[in-house]
Structures are given as C-alpha cells and as structure tokens.
C-alpha cells in the first residue's frame, strides 16, 4: 500500500525529497526503503528503488539501467530535487563562493541557481456522476501536477489512495455524450477548460499522458470522440494509446494535431486559443479528420485491386523506384570511401532537385542526417563548400551526440522523435549503422531497425530509413560485381534482406589519391538497377568520370601477375609431371592467388591442354 501524506504533514518544507518521490511514483514499503515502477521505461514489475541517504538525499536506483535523470525526467523532476531544501541552500552558497553543488549549472564559479519553492496555481477538481468531489489535480509553479483527496473535514490528504480516478468534467462529459455531442479529447486540464470556455464539449483522464485506464473507456461508450494529440512524441504516443482503448467502445473515434497560428508555435488546445486561434477552424479540422481505423494485422487483396492499386502522390524520390517513401535503403562501402559524403549529396539533391549519382530526383525533399562521426569543425569545413542558403530549409544534420546513438534511453528516443516530427524530413539517415548495432548478429541487427524505426512517424507518409553502413574488407584475389556485392555488407543476412534497395561504393584503385570511386545499386526490389557508374569527389560532392578504365577496374594489375594460362600451357608441355594439389600450390605461390581462383587456372589449362583424365604438368624449374 502507497503511503500518503496528510496536508499537515507538508507544512514546513513542502517537498521533503523522499516524501516527493514516494507520492509522485505511488511507491510501496519494501523493509526500510521503497520500490516502485520506473517511469523512465514500460514497467510492469517494480524495478525502481528509493532510500534515503545519511544527509537527507533521496537516492534511486533502477535495477533495469535506467539513468537517475531520465527516471527524473519522466516526472519532473531535477537532480536538485533529491536534496532537501537545507542542502540546496548550502549549496547555493557554496555556489556563491566557485563549489557547485547539487542545485547548480555546470559552468563557471558565478554559475549557480536557487529553486523557488513551489505554489499552488491552480486546481481542478473531479466528481463521481452525482458531481460529489472525488480529488483534486493541483498544479504548482514551477509546473508540477499532484493529486489530493479530502479528508472529510475540510482539508486534504495528498495521493490517491482509495479513490477510483475518473475522467474531467465526468458529470458534464456523460450528458454531452447522451445528448450526442462530439467529445474532445486532449491531454491535460488546462486545455480542456480552453475548448469548454469556446463551446466546445471536452474531456481528459488525470496524471497526463499514458495515464489511462478501462474505465474512462467505458465512460465513452457510444460517444463521437476527437482526440486531440499534443505535438510531441510523448503527445503522440498518448494519443495512439487512447484510441487503441477506446475504437472498439466508441460510436467515432479521430485524432488530429492543431496547426500553429498566427507564426506562433502551438503544442495543445490551450496554445492554439492563445495564438488566437479560431474556433471554427477547430471544428472544421474536427469534421473534416479521417474516422481512425486500427492497422490491420494482416489484410489480403484481389488480382483485380492489385491491379487497379494507385500509388500515393510523389511517393518515388529518386530513381527508378531507388529511394521510395517509407522504405528502407542502404548505403555501403569500405571506410574512407566518401558514405558520409553520398548521404549528405542525396540532401543536396533533393534540396535542389538535382541528380543523385546520375538517378533523377522527382521532387523536392527534406533530409535529415543522424551522424556520430564528423565533430562540428570537420562539418563546417565540408558545409562551406556547400550553397547553404539553397540547403537551409531541406537539410539537417546532428553533432555527435555526447552519449552516442542510445537507443536504450527513452529520453534519446524522445528527443530524436521531437525533432524528426518538427523537421517532417522525407528521409532520416543514420551514419554509420554499428554506432547503433555494436554486436554483428542477426538478433541485435533486426533489434536495431526496430529501434531506429521506433522514432519515425509511420504510414504511407512515413519518411525513408536511410542507414550507412561499412563493408567487410574483400579478399586478395577476391572482385565483386553486381548484385554480388551485397556479399560485402558486414552482417549482410539482414542488412542485405531488409532494405529494398542497397548501394555500393568502392575505391576506383588502391591509390590512396585517387579520388574516383564506382557506384553500385545491387539491389532494387521495385525497379530496375541501372548502369554502375565512376564518380570523382570534387568540391564535397561527386562528378561524373567521363573516362573510366573498367577493364583495369575489373582485373587490377595485382590479380595478373605471375603465372597467365599461356605461360602455364608452355610449361605443362616441358617435362616432370605433377598431380593436380602440387600444381594448385605453385600457381598459388606465384601468382598470390587463393585457391579457387588457382583451381580455376588449371582446369582452364586443362582443357586447352591435356585431353586425358589424370591430370599432369610439366613445369621446369628456373
């Protein structure tokens, strides 16, 4: 059982660490400390401990690796808000005096900062049908959200304990409901009150996002709901969850997202009335939203719907099919080869609406590059050689980020989500592959193509996956071509199956100033794969080589050497016989072949040469 804390108890120092934390996290008693579920990743069996330190500190700990600030994070909290107010203010005069403590900005000796003590700003209530209060959602500044109940004698006891949650304005959202009133759905309270003070019937379920239960489903059995998605990842994912809930139940059930107004960014409801947004509008959106349907499973189609199959608009970027909107494509090649180089020439490309690697670009598009190799510096140099102004609306590309490409962390996650949902890039690049697949099997590779997937929005809109990623380092006597090429990707069973489309560049010569390299497309499941073609890097992009030598390209000088078949025919015809291993192991020898290739040679010679069935060779020594 949670334990609460009555209103008394609060008076003094209002949030004493421990007391903060086991409210907010609704944790239970486990001998002399606490555990709860962690809010920072989807837990069913509490993970997360809490104790309290010698100096008054809560301390936490989540047993699944969840870090301390993202466990914070997930409930408003910040790292300062583990120590108690006595501490804080010894360690804003520490702060004063060059120390920074626990309440303090990384920065410099005058760099510090004092919490302001929260205030209550504003409740709201929720009632039974009968509109008997049930609790209220207090909400202080700084923003922060708690729950209390009464506790019969005019005053309150913080928590929930005891109490069945409800929806907001249950009284009013059931009348609106059985006199056929469409309902909005959103997120919080204070968007809720906005739509009702416009006309508007509306509701929402207590603690935020990804709070909701089957009951509030029940709630609106039969009602015509609009739900209205914060613009964010977390608003996103809350609002998949609630129709997820409520489809089957509910007589109507659309999700929109409010535009920005008036050039003022708008999240929620409460956003869109205070940029002086209008009304009907909202209600236009609202009836003109597609009525949401679940993603099927599994659907099967007729020879003649196949057939009859209209793709979306401007679905194909580039190419024949090369580069199409929620696919996924491959970009591979040997380090240093220029991987990076093509993904930032495919940004350029659909920025300008230019050719990439000679494949037309058939519309403009947005491009966004998660890379974790080149530092700011390096990218400013390569960026300079760049019309920028013409990029300036197309393309984005990260830094490093300092902790890599954490996909583990729900706070990376988001934070990749929130930009990619801001930017609306037609295609995410991540570069390189094994900064997000550490281990090469085939469990962590499709792993991470789950994950990266997991930060893209989805549908037939969805943007394109671009990922590049290195080849293994072919043998000696070892040339691929072709669709043989996607031998060469490291980890090849799912980076080569995955995709629909994979290209290949390699390293015109092993002249390291050779600046030329070839490119493949070695796979294209929905179209053809073109022609392979010579590039040479040249002002941080790729021009075309007029002339290319692809018979030296095809047959390097090195695989040419020593033994030739005529030479070895002259020698099978001079003298001491040999057996066809002893032959394999001087052709190998002299040439630097492998075997195969050396096994190739003899029966090659074979066949000109000896027309019996023991094979010899006469080979005279010099």
């Not at 959602?137 to 069945?164: A, C, H, M, S, Y």
């Not at 997120?187 to 009702?196: M, N, Q, S, T, Y």
């Not at 020879?303 to 090369?322: A, M, S, T, Y």
Request: proline share 6%; hydrophobic share 35%.
């Amino acid at each position: 059982m949670a334990t609460q804390f009555h209103s008394n108890e609060m008076e003094g120092e209002v949030n004493a660490p421990l007391e903060n934390l086991v409210e907010r996290l609704q944790a239970k008693r486990n001998g002399k400390s606490w555990i709860a579920c962690c809010p920072a990743h989807e837990d069913r069996s509490p993970s997360l401990s809490i104790d309290e330190g010698a100096d008054g500190q809560a301390l936490i700990k989540c047993h699944a690796g969840c870090d301390t600030a993202a466990v914070l994070a997930a409930i408003d909290m910040q790292l300062a808000d583990l120590f108690p107010a006595s501490a804080r203010a010894k360690s804003a005069r520490k702060g004063r005096r060059g120390v920074a403590g626990p309440g303090c900005l990384s920065g410099g000796a005058a760099s510090f900062r004092t919490r302001t003590e929260p205030r209550i700003v504003a409740t709201y209530d929720y009632q039974d049908e009968q509109g008997k209060l049930l609790f209220q959602t207090v909400r202080f500044e700084p923003k922060d959200f708690r729950q209390r109940r009464p506790d019969g004698n005019g005053g309150w006891i913080w928590g929930l304990e005891g109490i069945e949650p409800v929806l907001f304005r249950l009284p009013e959202t059931t009348k609106d409901i059985r006199e056929g009133l469409p309902v909005f759905l959103c997120e919080g309270e204070k968007d809720v009150l906005a739509l009702v003070q416009h006309g508007l019937a509306a509701t929402c379920n207590p603690m935020g996002a990804k709070k909701w239960r089957d009951s509030y489903s029940e709630t609106l059995l039969g009602a015509d709901v609009i739900i209205i998605a914060d613009k964010d990842q977390a608003g996103r994912e809350h609002a998949q969850l609630v129709v997820s809930r409520i489809y089957a139940g509910t007589k109507c059930v659309r999700v929109i997202e409010l535009p920005d107004v008036n050039r003022k960014s708008v999240k929620d409801a409460a956003d869109y009335f205070e940029a002086g947004g209008d009304v009907d509008q909202l209600i236009f959106l609202a009836n003109h939203a597609p009525e949401w349907r679940p993603e099927p499973l599994i659907q099967f189609k007729s020879p003649l719907e196949l057939k009859n199959f209209v793709p979306p608009p401007d679905i194909i970027l580039v190419g024949d099919c090369h580069i199409t909107q929620g696919t996924v494509f491959v970009i591979g090649g040997p380090p240093g080869v220029g991987k990076s180089r093509a993904l930032v020439a495919l940004g350029v490309a659909g920025a300008t609406k230019g050719e990439w690697f000679g494949s037309p670009v058939h519309r403009r598009f947005k491009t966004m590059i998660v890379q974790t190799e080149n530092g700011q510096f390096r990218l400013s140099k390569e960026f300079s050689e760049l019309d920028c102004e013409a990029l300036e609306n197309y393309v984005r590309i990260c830094t490093p980020p300092p902790y890599g490409l954490c996909f583990k962390r729900e706070d990376f996650r988001k934070q990749l989500a929130d930009a990619i949902g801001e930017f609306k890039p037609d295609i995410v690049g991540f570069d390189p592959w094994n900064a997000a697949a550490r281990e090469q099997d085939s469990k962590e590779y499709l792993d991470t193509f789950d994950a990266l997937k997991s930060v893209l929005p989805r549908g037939d809109d969805a943007p394109v996956l671009g990922i590049v990623a290195h080849t293994r380092k072919p043998k000696s006597d070892e040339r691929h071509s072709g669709r043989s090429l996607l031998n060469l990707l490291a980890g090849s069973y799912v980076l080569g199956s995955v995709p629909r489309t994979v290209f290949i560049m390699q390293a015109a010569s092993d002249d390291v100033t050779d600046n030329r390299v070839v490119w493949t497309c070695c796979k294209n499941n929905d179209g053809e794969l073109g022609d392979r073609s010579a590039w040479e890097r040249r002002n941080g992009l790729f021009v075309p080589v007029e002339f290319f030598d692809w018979d030296a390209f095809d047959h390097p000088p090195k695989e040419r050497r020593g033994l030739k078949p005529d030479m070895l025919r002259e020698f099978l015809m001079r003298g001491k016989e040999y057996d066809k291993g002893q032959i394999v192991s001087i052709i190998m020898k002299e040439t630097g072949r492998g075997k195969t290739a050396a096994y190739d040679l003899v029966d090659e010679a074979k066949r000109d040469v000896l027309r019996y069935h023991k094979l010899t060779k006469t080979y005279e020594l010099i």
